[in-house]
């Protein structure tokens, strides 16, 4: 099973950014896919952006897509998510994630199967 603990949370600004980290266990197996969702109060949690290591190619959800960006560091086994333009909107709990099973898809957001803990992100106007 993934061990996932996300970090980099916080409050910000309406066009601020923010940078939030995922020390991934399973990143060391580089055929899982990685990725990030959210939790805004009272909806449903959404898969946000995602990223295969050994292809690098990454998929993002049209309410972010421009905005935020997925990416990695090997050495460190830690995924992160770059945050800009933020908006009051994306306040939410983030979760990272990873996609463990055999023949899963990257850009198949309700294949993913392991997340972490959380990290609340709250965007004020």
């Known amino acids: 099973q993934a061990h996932l603990t996300e970090s980099g949370g916080g409050s910000v600004q309406a066009g601020g950014s923010l940078r939030l980290s995922c020390e991934a266990s399973t990143y060391a197996s580089s055929s899982y896919c990685v990725g990030w969702f959210r939790q805004a109060p009272g909806k449903e949690r959404e898969g946000i952006a995602s990223?295969?290591?050994?292809?690098?190619?990454?998929y993002y959800s049209a309410s972010v897509k421009g905005r935020f960006t997925i990416s990695l560091d090997k050495a460190k086994e830690t995924v992160y998510l770059q945050m800009n333009s933020l908006k009051p909107e994306d306040t939410a709990i983030y979760y990272c994630?990873?996609?463990?099973?055999?023949?899963?898809?990257?850009?198949?957001?309700?294949?993913?199967?392991?997340w972490g803990q959380g990290t609340q992100v709250t965007v004020s106007s």
């Open positions: 990223v295969l290591p050994t292809t690098k190619i990454e």
């Open positions: 994630a990873a996609l463990t099973r055999a023949g899963g898809s990257c850009k198949q957001f309700t294949q993913f199967n392991s």
